[in-house]
């Protein structure tokens, strides 16, 4: 009895004019889209790849030890998987530069595509947006008649005079329709994935096939939220008019408005905390206090006068890295100096020069890595919560979760750009260690070039290596936990509403 | 002239056919008004009614509220910034070469009050153009030279750091564009089609009326219906804006809000023309909105924006590669043309010397073809974004919301204006140098190397001051296109569901 139903749902569904329309509307979206994607990240690989390249080639530019804060740039290469959820792949900064003088966070970093910024008045959609937005619909219109409409049109009271009970009747409809609802999804998936391979530029990798399987799983639960919403609200009404204005009102609400809604108002109203200028006045009394080392040091020295240069006579050029930003409280101070040539009665001054910069770059470091811990907690504090509450508030929406759980499978969402930060952070913690294996702080090549330029061909280079598959899941499973339990509880309510039902 | 009919009976016999359409004409009327009275209470008595109220007046409340300080905070940052630009010019003016090294500085974007209405594109838009600084200088023998000013047009991505999820602000131009026309389908896709399956358009027809008063008068109680949430919520968002203070509305505003308000209501006739013509064609309700839902989702909510990143493909734009390309060969054409210069120092003689001379025109041409590839690689973009939103017209949802953002002062084609304005600023701010330098008997009138230009004091009141201004007829002009193809799509539509409602079986 079970499968006969089953197979009337199923033919039910599959033939209808609507099934094919939405089918066909998924399916061509998903083609042109991915396209167009696709063209955009061959492009950005391309951006990324010279990008890489130039830098690469830029450290050669350094003549000295200390000409390495400016020139070390690192890149952060594209995601392939930002074709299925853009995330913040496509939006944040990607290159970032690498400096002793200063801890790099999101807020330092810079785009290296040329591309035209006016581009981003057209949002991008992605695939996940063409099935959150269009399967959904799908689900909800399939849903929407499956009891008022049978009640209506009396077949329903047919069914039940079968020895066949209401909670398999709901069974039977559920499955049948979730298998039409998966077809154009999977279909969708197998498009894109041909696309892939026909343009080749893409290398998904065993991690992908998985984050991939991940994402189609994900669709599946958000598809099964919204179909059980829609079979509530079916069961609830008498009508299949009031169902489907109901069934609109609340699709509309949780796919178009709500969340814009959150953002919009958590923008807004969001007051920016005063700890931004109290954190900017604590990192210039930080840097003030390595600024009173340093003359110190100059006072205190074998040299008469304050006078860094020591006296040394020659050819070269100097000067100071300077930048601060209270918004975003990007404070530091470099030091940069290059003798080309020294004179020969100069040579015994090298000493001094020496131990000024032994002992002043391991403070300064030292203050960076000082001010960087409160330059963290302070932007934390302002736009990561702001952010994370905005991203807590949404989550009330099945649609949210289903973003933010998708942005995690495919590794472009916060965490992800996150742990390209902190392996940019250990990058510049293994070039410190580099300066200290080679003792270039007291070495006469961290200020002269003059008896050979710098071999930077020992540097370690900077690889960055995407978290695992395991590591993403931990933040996506949240929310799919979420979504699971919704659907439990969507079915509980429809079974015991239906069950009590007069038909 | 015609001959008059002389016969005076035949005149006589005429008359009644003169009358007739007098009389059907009021007959239509009084039918349109009753068949509009019926719908009307209908619509009124729905559950759609009921949402569309609520959700109309939720948003405008929270449009209301978001943008309340908004214009305030906006032109306190926009004066700030003038006045701290206007001090650095001020602090130049002890010497007209100073001037001609520094330039204007920073020009700014003047904020418009009516920015709630249409703000989503702001966050991508600079909003000011750089008169400054060339950057570098040359010295040798004792004689030193430095790069004249120019434009420069700045490529901020101003939501780099930005880590918040993706968004839409809540403005009248998302409001119009996205649940307009959502509720104008929801009140049109079962007109017909419901009228069928009940049995009752048959009994409207036994009347003596004709088809197409039918359906003009269902639409216009379908407009009505709308319209009276939409006015009631808009009318409240603008009290509590105008209320506060802080949103200063004037004529020229009100007028400008009129004519939003009237786009809107031919941009929701569009879909109500479009539910009325997918509802006399499909013979269920529910197949009829299932069609209308997804032509809605593709046209309204995916369209523009896949259109969008799909035609910028077509017209390359010129990567910042290539800028520095251009720019590396355009110094080493400058240096092979001016070879000679390095033989050559300027001098206050009067008439200018030789030396002088070509330093001059070495240093303007330096800054003038830069300048004039800074401005290309902008044209560039813009003539990329100009054929993708052109592309993106197929949606009226692009359309409607381009034409609110040129009403409202805001978004891309307010940008290219702005653009126009700071490049006649531009050649303003050189001519003056130029005559200034002029009046000056000292000078030997060779305006580029510090000896051949005036070293007189400016005064700074003098000199003409960037004032962006919004321009109506530029306003008007550049949503007029839009209007136009609006109401193309609304006539091709309504169109359509005539001569389809005509075949409509009973």
């Known amino acids: 009895m079970f499968l006969i139903l089953l197979r009337r749902e199923l033919l039910a569904n599959l033939m209808t004019f609507r099934f094919l329309v939405a089918m066909v509307v998924t399916l061509l979206l998903v083609v042109a889209n991915t396209v167009v994607l696709i063209a955009d990240y061959e492009r950005r690989l391309i951006s990324y790849n010279t990008a890489a390249q130039q830098h690469r080639e830029k450290v050669s530019n350094a003549k000295v030890y200390c000409e390495l804060d400016g020139t070390l740039f690192v890149d952060r290469p594209p995601n392939p998987l930002s074709i299925f959820n853009a995330g913040l792949d496509r939006r944040l900064g990607n290159s970032i530069t690498v400096r002793h003088t200063l801890v790099p966070t999101l807020w330092d970093t810079h785009s290296h595509s040329a591309d035209n910024p006016f581009l981003n008045l057209f949002s991008s959609v992605d695939l996940v947006l063409i099935f959150q937005v269009i399967l959904s619909l799908l689900a909800l219109l399939f849903a929407h008649d499956a009891i008022a409409g049978e009640r209506e049109a009396g077949t329903l009271r047919l069914t039940m005079t079968n020895p066949v009970s209401r909670p398999v009747i709901l069974l039977a409809k559920y499955i049948s329709a979730m298998a039409c609802l998966i077809l154009p999804l999977v279909m969708s998936l197998l498009l894109a994935l041909i696309l892939f391979s026909v343009s080749g530029s893409i290398a998904l990798g065993g991690d992908g096939w998985l984050r991939i399987c991940g994402i189609l799983l994900t669709s599946i639960i958000y598809l099964s939220v919204f179909y059980l919403i829609g079979l509530l609200i079916s069961a609830l009404t008498r009508r299949t008019a009031t169902a489907l204005m109901l069934s609109m009102v609340i699709w509309s609400t949780l796919v178009l408005i709500y969340p814009s809604l959150i953002v919009f108002g958590v923008n807004r109203l969001w007051q920016t905390p005063s700890q931004l200028e109290a954190s900017y006045g604590e990192i210039e009394q930080i840097w003030e206090g390595f600024e009173r080392e340093r003359t110190n040091f100059l006072k205190n020295d074998e040299v008469e006068g304050e006078n860094a240069n020591f006296n040394v006579k020659g050819s070269g050029s100097s000067g100071t890295g300077y930048n601060s930003n209270s918004a975003t409280l990007r404070y530091f101070k470099a030091e940069f100096r290059n003798w080309t040539s020294i004179n020969e009665a100069s040579e015994p001054q090298l000493i001094h020069v020496k131990a000024f910069f032994q002992f002043l770059e391991p403070l300064r470091i030292d203050t960076a890595d000082k001010t960087g811990l409160v330059r963290q907690q302070a932007l934390d504090q302002v736009y990561v919560h702001k952010a994370n509450f905005a991203k807590n508030l949404m989550r009330l929406s099945p649609v949210s979760m289903y973003d933010l759980a998708t942005e995690a499978w495919a590794g472009t969402g916060f965490h992800s750009i996150e742990d390209f930060i902190i392996s940019v952070q250990q990058y510049r913690q293994t070039v410190i260690n580099y300066f200290h294996d080679k003792a270039a702080f007291s070495s006469r090549q961290w200020f002269a070039s003059d008896q050979g330029e710098v071999d930077w061909s020992d540097l370690p280079q900077f690889s960055y290596h995407r978290a695992d598959v395991s590591t993403d899941v931990k933040h996506a499973t949240g929310d799919i936990a979420c979504l699971l339990l919704i659907n439990v509880v969507l079915f509980m309510m429809t079974v015991l509403i239906f069950v009590r039902q007069e038909v | ?506």
């Open chain 2, 1 to 506: 002239m015609q001959p008059q009919p002389t016969d005076g009976a035949g005149y006589e016999k005429e008359r009644p056919y003169q009358d007739t359409p007098d009389r059907t004409a009021r007959k239509i009327k009084r039918m349109i008004w009753h068949i509009i009275k019926r719908e009307l209470y209908d619509h009124l008595n729905s559950l759609r009614f009921a949402f569309t109220t609520v959700l109309l007046i939720i948003l405008m409340l929270i449009n209301a509220v978001g943008y309340l300080d908004e214009y305030k905070t906006q032109s306190t940052a926009y004066q700030k910034k003038v006045l701290a630009s206007l001090d650095k010019m001020r602090s130049q003016t002890d010497n007209l070469y100073n001037l001609l090294i520094t330039g204007p500085g920073n020009l700014y974007k003047k904020p418009f009050s009516l920015s709630f209405c249409a703000s989503s594109g702001e966050g991508f838009i600079p909003e000011s153009a750089e008169g400054g600084r060339a950057g570098w200088s040359i010295g040798f023998n004792g004689f030193s030279a430095k790069g004249l000013w120019r434009m420069k047009y700045p490529q901020s991505n101003p939501n780099l750091w930005d880590i918040m999820p993706d968004y839409r602000n809540v403005d009248w131009a998302d409001i119009i564009s996205i649940v307009l026309s959502l509720i104008a389908i929801l009140f049109t896709f079962d007109t017909i089609s419901s009228e069928q399956e009940r049995g009752t358009l048959r009994l409207t027809f036994s009347n003596s009326i004709s088809r197409g008063t039918v359906l003009v008068s269902k639409f216009l109680a379908a407009l009505i219906t709308i319209s009276i949430p939409f006015l009631i919520a808009a009318l409240i968002n603008l009290f509590l804006l105008y209320s506060s203070g802080s949103t200063p509305l004037g004529p020229s505003e009100w007028g400008r809000l009129g004519v939003i308000v009237l786009i809107a209501f031919v941009y929701v006739s569009i879909f109500l023309a479009l539910g009325l013509l997918i509802s006399s064609y499909m013979s269920h309700s529910s197949t009829s909105l299932t069609i209308l839902l997804l032509i809605w989702v593709v046209w309204i909510a995916l369209l523009p924006s896949t259109l969008g990143a799909l035609t910028s493909g077509l017209q390359p734009t010129m990567t910042g590669d290539e800028l520095n390309a251009r720019r590396e060969n355009l110094r080493q054409n400058l240096d092979e043309q001016y070879e000679n210069r390095w033989s050559k120092t300027a001098s206050r003689d009067i008439p200018a010397t030789e030396g002088t001379l070509l330093w001059s025109k070495y240093l303007t041409e330096d800054a003038k073809r830069n300048e004039e590839l800074n401005e290309e690689h902008l044209n560039t973009q813009i003539a990329q974004i100009q054929l993708a939103r052109s592309i993106t017209r197929i949606s009226p949802a692009s359309s409607v919301r381009y034409a609110i953002e040129s009403l409202a002062g805001t978004g891309f084609s307010r940008h290219v204006q702005f653009l126009a304005h700071v490049r006649r600023y531009a050649g303003e701010f050189s001519t003056f140098l130029i005559e200034t330098d002029r009046a000056d008997p000292e000078s030997p009138h060779a305006l580029g190397p510090k000896e051949g230009t005036s070293q007189k004091p400016v005064s700074f009141e003098s000199i003409p001051k960037f004032e962006d201004r919004i321009s109506f007829s530029g306003a008007y002009t550049a949503a007029a296109t839009d209007i136009l193809l609006l109401l193309l799509f609304f006539v091709v539509l309504f169109a359509g569901a005539f001569l389809s409602f005509l075949r409509v079986d009973v």
